[in-house]
């Protein structure tokens, strides 16, 4: 890769802590958000999405910490194939950017204590960086919804495609490949 680890200032370890030990409650939140305002749709099933829900927010935590610069790429694939994977779903483009700012909503809620304990100048730094690493990521899931919706429309002329057919499959084979490339850039740390 070579990229170098540099350490993480003091307050990106804190909120880095803080999302890893609330993982999991972090993401059963937003999946139960997306999953209130979407019901099921034949196009990709609802464990699927929340297996990059997973991702994303595994990625964000890494995004926090000493591996922050090798992590900003797959930050912004996995984003990209979230944006695609929302027009699979059926969504329109301001339901994918929606979804997001949920996520941004859950963390403002949770890290509000972590960094209201933090010095003010580290405290503001951390929510900067954080903003920043998820306005990104809308970005690239805009960009990832337009090419994804682009796509299928050329493929299949505007007809949806059905969970049985090649688009869950496709979905699943990506995750599968975005969870390796973060699982080797943890390996390497």
Known sequence: MGLTMRPSNPALMAVSRSLRTDRDR????????IA???AEVPHVRTATVERHLTL???IL?????????????LWFTASEVYGQTAATRG????????????????????LSETV?????????????????ILDRGISHAVVGY????????LNSRGVP???????????LQRLEQLEEELAEIRVVQ
Do not use: C, K, Y
């Open 161 to 171: 495609i059905v969970a049985s057919e090649p688009a869950e499959d496709e979905v």
């Open 26 to 33: 972090l993401i059963e939140q937003w999946s139960r958000w």
């Open 91 to 110: 969504l329109a483009a301001g339901e994918v950017v929606e979804e997001l700012q949920q996520l941004r909503e859950i963390l403002i809620h949770h």
């Open 56 to 58: 994303l927010v595994d």
């Open 116 to 132: 209201a304990g933090l010095p003010p100048r580290q405290s503001m730094a951390a929510v900067l960086r954080l903003n920043r």
């Open 36 to 38: 209130g305002r979407v």
């Open 146 to 153: 337009t090419d994804g919706l682009f796509e299928t429309l």
């Open 61 to 73: 935590i890494e995004s926090a910490g000493p591996l922050r610069r090798r992590v900003a790429q």
